[in-house]
């Protein structure tokens, strides 16, 4: 079986631009979860979606915004990119009340 | 708020013994589920241990083990027979019985040393 799949794995983009990520959870798994990871720090919470729709979001600004597809995968966008956006982003899913999978990250890079 | 603690930033260990990662909690729910994620320098996250608030049994899984100390809102990780594929950053992370969303600490990297 298929884990939690992240394209692209690496990404360097200039301050300002926009980028998307995406995500393809476990089969059948209807809740997927976006974290950024800055480079020796936590996890820092971005997303929660379940079902298609976003259930909680993090203290981040809006332009940190995403969306679940009818397929429960997901898109993690990132507008007006800055340099602080440097960071592994990460991508998990899971199903009710069991534990979350991760996939391998995407690693941007803003420049 | 549910939030989650991991007071020890850095620790090591030598090859062969054994260290206790520590992680407190806090919640108001009274059953929920606690977890320790593994994510080595090759950065994919893997579940370590699971364990459910309302099963007063410590998990275990190999040479992993859990304090689950519920009163104290507590969940330590111990890791026996230390090795050096454990060196890694240890996250603790909690999710409420009510909802799906995790709680993740700020993690421990545990450097196993030769």
């Known amino acids: 079986e298929a884990g939690v799949t992240q394209s692209p794995t690496h990404l360097i983009k200039t301050r300002g631009q926009q980028v998307t990520l995406r995500c393809s959870p476990i089969?059948?798994?209807?809740?997927v979860y976006w974290y950024q990871q800055a480079l020796g720090l936590g996890l820092q919470f971005l997303l929660w979606y379940d079902e298609g729709e976003e259930r909680n979001r993090g203290n981040f600004p809006p332009r940190f915004s995403g969306r679940q597809f009818p397929n429960y995968s997901s898109e993690l966008n990132v507008n007006a990119l800055e340099l602080e956006d440097s960071a592994l982003y990460l991508c998990a899913s899971s199903l009710v009340r069991t534990e979350a999978f991760f996939g391998q990250g995407t690693r941007l890079t803003v420049v | 708020a549910q939030t989650v603690t991991q007071s020890q930033p850095e620790m090591s260990v030598q090859e062969a013994e054994t260290v206790t990662l520590s992680c407190t909690y806090d919640?108001?729910?009274?059953?929920?589920?606690l977890f320790w994620y593994k994510q080595p320098p090759s950065r994919q996250m893997i579940l370590v241990i699971r364990?459910?608030?309302?099963?007063?049994q410590n998990a275990t899984e190999n040479r992993f083990s859990v304090n689950f100390q519920k009163a104290a809102k507590s969940f330590s990780l111990k890791i026996s027979d230390s090795q050096l594929g454990d060196t890694a950053m240890y996250f603790c992370a909690q999710q409420p019985f009510t909802g799906n969303q995790f709680y993740f600490g700020t993690g421990t990297s545990l450097t196993v040393i030769p």
């Open positions: 919640t108001s729910e009274s059953n929920y589920y």
């Open positions: 364990q459910e608030a309302y099963k007063q």
């Open positions: 089969s059948g798994h209807t809740s």
